[in-house]
């Protein structure tokens, strides 16, 4: 059941609206996924004794699990999905509409480095809404989950609670 949560988040920020959504993409749009970044990854869950695993491959364009049906999660070529990078840190952002007729994009934080890629979530609640008032990040027409992009802001606050000991944590077999 966990396994099928971890997916790159993808599945479970698609189906709720309880994560952080903001005006604009942060940082610098890229046409592709980095080449050092390209590759295959694993992730190994334990749940109650009993381990599964799922290996995700990013190439290009694209990413791709070898759990689901829907075998492809992301794909730049589709409109839908841009990467961009901001520093050290890179994002999957995916286009939200609603009923309020505003431009939002759900962000999605990852890193990777030679031997791991983590994968972090801006969750919505009480706390991120706090702490990203107090890192400058504002609530946009008095919604609870739509802020303002700021690059700056992001970073810092990105660099401050991204832990890697929270992020889903996928390492590196080639």
């Known amino acids: 059941m966990r396994s099928k949560i971890s997916v790159f988040f993808i599945l479970l920020f698609l189906t709720s609206c309880r994560i952080v959504t903001f005006d604009k993409l942060p940082g610098t749009v890229l046409p592709s996924f980095p080449k050092t970044m390209q590759g295959r990854y694993l992730e190994v869950i334990k749940n109650n004794g009993v381990k599964d695993s799922q290996i995700i491959t990013i190439n290009e364009k694209a990413i791709y699990s070898n759990k689901y049906l829907s075998k492809q999660l992301i794909n730049i070529y589709d409109s839908s999905y841009v990467i961009s990078q901001l520093n050290e840190f890179y994002f999957v952002n995916i286009p939200v509409s609603d009923s309020s ?43 609870e989950n739509y802020f303002k992009m700021n690059d700056i802001a992001l970073e810092k606050y990105s660099k401050k609670y991204c832990k890697k000991r929270k992020a889903k944590k996928f390492k590196r077999i080639n």
């Open 101 to 143: 007729m505003f431009s939002k994009w759900m962000v999605l934080p990852f890193q990777f480095d030679k031997k791991y890629l983590y994968i972090y979530e801006y969750e919505l609640n009480k706390k991120t809404i706090r702490r990203l008032n107090r890192f400058g990040i504002k609530n946009i027409h008095n919604s």
